[in-house]
């Protein structure tokens, strides 16, 4: 016999009616309508807000094409949601300073995805995540107050750490702070102070933003573990416009608080930063560098001979660098140290572009032509 279950506020026990058995809905029942997943179109900040904030395990909450002007910053405290924009589009939260606190998203749940949004003025990190195993793909963040997005827990001995976090085909650019007088403490992406295994960037690039373009900096030994870059590009960092401001370093791959982690960074460019390209930064964890380029970063391309690492240096191998070469410690084999900067494709970053589907392409950019050392892709 089919039965349905009828809302119990019908107030009877059963109703038999050709065949067919109904019967009030149990409170059992009425959770598990509660809990199902849905799908929710949004078309303004408060609709996109109010689907956040009840979203549930299995939600897709899609956004209209159009600019979205935010009064707050977005918790997902759910598991298990999708956040996208299949035509994009723009939160805009309208800050013009730095608060903290104040991110664009807080991603405090796992197991989520991000697509296709352009995340700007938040008055802190675009987007900040504490959850692991979540997902962020093909978003922009550009004009924060602090770094674009970053990967961190709390600054605490054991707390559990972000891990897994994947965040892929993203740009971040034009990140600055107003904390410091220089307004030099914004980086591009970050996964520092605490985090777990596993993170990892692949096909990003961070440009022109006021710090670094990749911060690893733990503060916590139990979150002092490895994450991975891969076919990225960090350039032009260090500067408010053309105003010199923060470090300035492309991949900054270290601190001087913990041990470290070793790190692994390949098929990756760090190209015309005021400080230097790949940097040790006092990591004590040796990092592993292949299929590399750094050109033209002012200090050095590749700085692995940092005194209070005490010559842990770096494995290195297959890369490229037009000079400015630092070494101590480590391995190194099938590197170009010394290549002249016409023996390149083209510098120009503007050849970069991305495919439809969100995928980077290099386009000669920085591509070392002589053989497949360095980055390629």
């Known amino acids: 016999m089919k039965k349905f279950v009828a809302s119990a506020l019908l107030g009877v026990s059963a109703v038999s009616l050709a065949g067919c058995a109904f019967e009030p809905a149990s409170e ?95 008055g802190d990190n675009g987007v900040h995540i504490v959850g692991s195993g979540n997902t962020v793909e093909r978003c922009k963040f550009h004009d924060n107050y ?101 470090n300035g370093n492309g991949f900054k791959l270290g601190s001087n608080l913990t041990s470290g982690g070793a790190h692994t960074v390949k098929n990756s460019v760090a190209f015309n930063n005021p400080s230097k390209g790949f940097d040790e930064n006092h990591n004590m964890s040796r990092v592993n560098l292949s299929n590399d380029t750094g050109v033209n970063n002012a200090s050095a391309n590749f700085a692995f001979n940092d005194s209070q690492a005490s010559g842990v240096g770096a494995n290195i191998t297959n890369s490229v660098a037009n000079g400015k070469w630092q070494q101590s410690g480590g391995t190194e084999s099938g590197n170009v140290k010394n290549a002249s900067t ?28 002589p053989s497949s050392a360095g980055a390629h892709f």
């Open 146 to 246: 602090d770094t674009g997005l970053q990967i961190s827990g709390k600054e605490t001995e054991g707390a559990p750490a972000p891990s897994n976090n994947k965040i892929i085909n993203c740009d971040s650019y034009a990140n600055h702070d107003t904390h410091t007088s220089s307004g030099g403490d914004a980086d591009g992406f970050a996964a520092k102070i605490n985090v777990g295994p596993g993170n990892s960037f692949y096909g990003c690039v961070a440009h022109d933003n006021s710090d670094d373009g990749w911060d690893l900096f733990p503060k916590v030994a139990s979150g002092s573990n490895p994450v991975t870059i891969e076919n990225s590009i960090s350039y032009h960092n260090g500067y408010i416009g053309s105003t010199r401001a923060g």
């Open 28 to 122: 059992a029942d009425l959770a598990d309508q509660a809990d199902e997943a849905v799908t929710r179109s949004v078309a303004t900040a408060s609709e996109l807000a109010s689907a956040v904030k009840g979203a549930k395990s299995g939600d897709v909450i899609t956004l209209a094409a159009g600019v979205y002007k935010m009064s707050a910053k977005l918790v997902l405290s759910a598991s298990n949601v999708t956040i996208s924009a299949p035509s994009g589009a723009t939160l805009d939260y309208g800050q013009s300073k730095s608060t903290d606190n104040a991110y664009g998203i807080d991603i405090t749940g796992s197991n989520n995805r991000l697509s296709n949004l352009t995340i700007m003025r938040a």
């Open 342 to 369: 016409s023996s390149f494709t083209n510098l120009d970053p503007s050849k970069i572009s991305r495919a439809s589907d969100g995928t980077l392409h290099l386009n000669g950019f920085a591509a070392y032509k």
